[in-house]
């Protein structure tokens, strides 16, 4: 459900520089004060949410700079070379220019410090041997959009470069059909709706995201809810949890998660996002699913083709962690 790499500081070599005049370009004032960076570097860092200044995340580079103390958590440089790895992958449709897959959750995208190996990446390399697109770079080869490592669902890589560039264009466009399933706590009001914010680094902890006031990048997020489990005795009162179908407009990273917190229905099991506990019978059904990561499943993809222009989409259901918990929570 998202593009973009998590950064973590404590792996990361920290810039700190103080602009002293404001008024030009963000990312024309940072080139100046961090010479060592290109502006096209600095650019693609700050749409990382790596940037920020005196403590608040930066993000847009055409804003007006402020004067202030910048800082920018420098992402480490994965310089192996990822290797094939014969891990078992569930396609659901092949060709000679792309690969579409029901990721399991667990299973990270691409390789990155901490995990290197076991990825998405490792599999296709050993899956689809030279073929695969080398756009994405060495650490990515194929990769044009991200799932979670603990969010399950379908994904879409590139086996050919026209491929790639096709399908990142579609991406880029947000002209892909994209919707999750998760199960929250509680349920969003009202049932259905769209969520528009701003998303961005959290400024209280680097690893999260946050709804931001201002900076950020625009988020848009529709949901239904599909149903609700554990309701109140007396009426008006929230019930216990929800499945809620989401439907993405733009991918940033985190999204959803992040959205369905801040409407006060984080996902079940999200380690993140999951602010309060669930109902102890919510809790109960959780631990006899087995549910160890966030209950959120990719499960829709669809899109026009890039090479042959046909139209495919794909759907697969939850898999048993999320579907053992959803019988649970019906006999609530």
């Given at each position: 459900m998202s593009d973009e790499p998590l950064i973590d500081d404590d792996d990361a070599t920290v810039l700190e520089a103080r602009l002293a005049t404001g008024g030009a370009r963000l990312d024309k004032a940072l080139a100046e004060i961090f010479p060592e960076l290109s502006r096209a570097r600095l650019q693609a860092l700050l749409a990382e949410g790596v940037v920020s200044r005196d403590g608040q995340a930066v993000s847009i580079g055409s804003a007006k700079a402020q004067t202030g103390l910048y800082r920018i958590a420098l992402p480490p440089v994965v310089s192996a070379t990822p290797a094939p790895e014969a891990i078992?992958?569930?396609?659901?449709f092949e060709d000679a220019d792309l690969i579409v897959i029901d990721k399991p959750a667990g299973m990270a995208a691409h390789p990155a410090p901490g995990c290197e190996t076991g990825t998405l990446v490792n599999a296709l390399l050993a899956h689809c041997g030279a073929s695969l697109?080398?756009?994405?770079?060495?650490?990515?080869?194929?990769?044009?959009?991200?799932?979670?490592?603990?969010?399950?669902?379908?994904?879409?890589?590139?086996?050919?470069?026209?491929?790639?560039?096709?399908?990142?264009?579609?991406?880029?466009a947000h002209d892909i059909e994209r919707t999750y399933i998760a199960l929250t706590r509680g349920a969003p009001s009202p049932m259905t709706g769209r969520i528009e914010t701003l998303i961005g680094r959290s400024s209280s902890d680097r690893k999260k995201m946050a709804v931001l006031r201002s900076g950020g990048r625009s988020a848009v997020t529709d949901y239904v809810v599909q149903k609700v489990f554990g309701l109140p005795a007396k009426a008006g009162g929230a019930p216990m949890a929800a499945r809620v179908a989401c439907t993405l407009h733009t991918g940033r990273t985190h999204q959803i998660r992040v959205h369905l917190a801040s409407k006060g229905a984080p996902i079940l099991g999200d380690p993140a996002y999951g602010s309060g506990s669930p109902a102890a019978a919510v809790r109960a059904a959780i631990a006899g699913a087995?549910?160890?990561?966030?209950?959120?499943?990719?499960?829709?993809?669809?899109?026009?083709?890039p090479i042959s222009g046909g139209a495919l989409r794909f759907?697969?259901?939850?898999p048993a962690d999320m579907a053992d918990l959803e019988r649970a929570l019906e006999a609530l």
């Amino acid at each position: 459900m998202s593009d973009e790499p998590l950064i973590d500081d404590d792996d990361a070599t920290v810039l700190e520089a103080r602009l002293a005049t404001g008024g030009a370009r963000l990312d024309k004032a940072l080139a100046e004060i961090f010479p060592e960076l290109s502006r096209a570097r600095l650019q693609a860092l700050l749409a990382e949410g790596v940037v920020s200044r005196d403590g608040q995340a930066v993000s847009i580079g055409s804003a007006k700079a402020q004067t202030g103390l910048y800082r920018i958590a420098l992402p480490p440089v994965v310089s192996a070379t990822p290797a094939p790895e014969a891990i078992p992958l569930t396609v659901l449709f092949e060709d000679a220019d792309l690969i579409v897959i029901d990721k399991p959750a667990g299973m990270a995208a691409h390789p990155a410090p901490g995990c290197e190996t076991g990825t998405l990446v490792n599999a296709l390399l050993a899956h689809c041997g030279a073929s695969l697109s080398g756009i994405g770079g060495v650490a990515r080869p194929g990769i044009v959009h991200r799932l979670d490592k603990d969010t399950s669902g379908v994904m879409v890589a590139a086996k050919s470069d026209r491929a790639h560039a096709g399908l990142s264009a579609l991406f880029a466009a947000h002209d892909i059909e994209r919707t999750y399933i998760a199960l929250t706590r509680g349920a969003p009001s009202p049932m259905t709706g769209r969520i528009e914010t701003l998303i961005g680094r959290s400024s209280s902890d680097r690893k999260k995201m946050a709804v931001l006031r201002s900076g950020g990048r625009s988020a848009v997020t529709d949901y239904v809810v599909q149903k609700v489990f554990g309701l109140p005795a007396k009426a008006g009162g929230a019930p216990m949890a929800a499945r809620v179908a989401c439907t993405l407009h733009t991918g940033r990273t985190h999204q959803i998660r992040v959205h369905l917190a801040s409407k006060g229905a984080p996902i079940l099991g999200d380690p993140a996002y999951g602010s309060g506990s669930p109902a102890a019978a919510v809790r109960a059904a959780i631990a006899g699913a087995g549910l160890a990561r966030q209950a959120l499943h990719a499960a829709v993809l669809g899109f026009v083709h890039p090479i042959s222009g046909g139209a495919l989409r794909f759907e697969t259901p939850p898999p048993a962690d999320m579907a053992d918990l959803e019988r649970a929570l019906e006999a609530l």
